[in-house]
Structures are given as C-alpha cells and as structure tokens.
T-cell receptor, first 114, second 112 residues
C-alpha cells in the first residue's frame, strides 16, 4: 500500500543529544515536509523540500536540520540547539502543486526530552 | 497573512445527533481548503479538498461545504467511531505550494 512511514514512533532524547527521525514515502510525491504539533497550536512547518538535494526552511527551522538525498526519504534531525524539542512530529508529502496542494501525513513520531 | 479559526473547540454529541463544525478563514486568493480527521496519537487523515464557493463533497456521514468566508463539516447521524479531532487548512495564493495554514481543530466526541 502507498503511504508515508515514520520511525521510530517514540523517541527519547537526553540533553545535548542530536536525534534523527526517519521518513519514507512511496507515493511518488515530489514535495515532502516536516511539521511539529503542540497542544493548542496548529501544525507548524519546520522544513520542506520539492526536489532531491534541495530544501527550504519553514516557519520554525531553528534547531532542526534535514536532508533529501533520495526522492523517497526526508529525515529530520533535532539538534541540541532546539531548546524545546518535546513534541509530536509529522512527516508529510504532496505533489507540490500551486493549487489544491493536498498534503498527506505519516503516523507521527513522539519525541520526549529526558 | 492567511488565518484559520475553527469552532467550537470541542463538541460532544449523542450518537445520531447531527451537527456542524465551522472553519472560518481569511486568505488572499483561495487555492484550496482541506479537511482532515486526526485520531489521538496519529497523523491527520485526509478527508476533502474544496476549491471554490458553492462546492460540496461527501463521504459517508460527512459533508463539507464552502463559502467565500467559511467552510462547514456537517456530520449526519454520527457514530462513536466518528470521535476525533477535525482539522481545517487553507492554501492561498500568497507564498508557494508549501504555504498551507492549519487551524487548531475541533475535538468531537460522540457518546453511545
């Protein structure tokens, strides 16, 4: 079945550590995204990418990094510079259309700082 | 700046009690309005895309409608399995394809 796979589902980070969240899609979508979801707030865009080896900062990119070496893959690294990393992280993909750009989401990853 | 406001924040219905969720939006040139369902601890599941005022789409007990200022998600004779948070999002003409603004959602609880 086509879809977006995120791993791990749950991740714990110690202070000062970098952690990487994996995201793979087999929908043949060009665009991929990372969002962060916090209680009482709408989804906030961290990074997005339209093509391989190119990506752009979203609204809250500080403390995060990404790579896009393959069309199917868009991993997110939460660095030690991210001061409040505990959140629900959502990877997503779409055709990247200028109109009617329907975004499809993975199941999400919970990151907790311990 | 595009804005999305959803109301109510939470809604409790008896099974079979029909109701509507509201999504008010401000956008410069609507290019798409999206509805999603999100279960606790899971990613949003896509429901509908609407493009222009007057458009309607249906799926089982759900029907989405669109005007120039708001969208409604009508739920007819809901069942307990319809309990979830429903998210609304808009894509406007300012900014690129990635500029999709999400609301906070309406948390729906359907009681047997």
């Amino acid at each position: 079945d086509g879809g977006i796979t995120q791993s791990p589902k749950y991740l714990f980070r110690k202070e000062g550590q970098n952690v990487t969240l994996s995201c793979e899609q087999n929908l043949n979508h060009d665009a991929m995204y990372w969002y962060r979801q916090d209680p009482g707030q709408g989804l906030r865009l961290i990074y997005y990418s339209q093509i391989v080896n190119d990506f752009q900062k979203g609204d809250i990119a500080e403390g995060y990094s990404v790579s896009r070496e393959k069309k199917e893959s868009f991993p997110l690294t939460v660095t030690s510079a991210q001061k409040n990393p505990t959140a629900f992280y959502l990877c997503a993909s779409s055709l990247g259309q200028s109109s009617g750009n329907t975004i499809y989401f993975g199941e999400g990853s919970w990151l907790t700082v311990v | 700046e595009d804005q999305v406001t959803q109301s109510p924040e939470a809604l409790r219905l008896q099974e079979g009690e029909s109701s509507s969720l509201n999504c008010s939006y401000t956008v410069s040139g609507l290019r798409g309005l999206f509805w999603y369902r999100q279960d606790p601890g899971k990613g949003p599941e896509f429901l509908f895309t609407l493009y222009s005022a007057g458009e309607e789409k249906e799926k089982e007990r759900l029907k989405a409608t669109l005007t120039k200022k708001e969208s409604f998600l009508h739920i007819t004779a809901p069942k307990p399995e319809d309990s979830a948070t429903y998210l609304c999002a808009v894509q406007g003409s300012s900014g690129g394809y990635q500029k999709v603004t999400f609301g906070i959602g309406t948390k729906l609880q359907v009681i047997p």
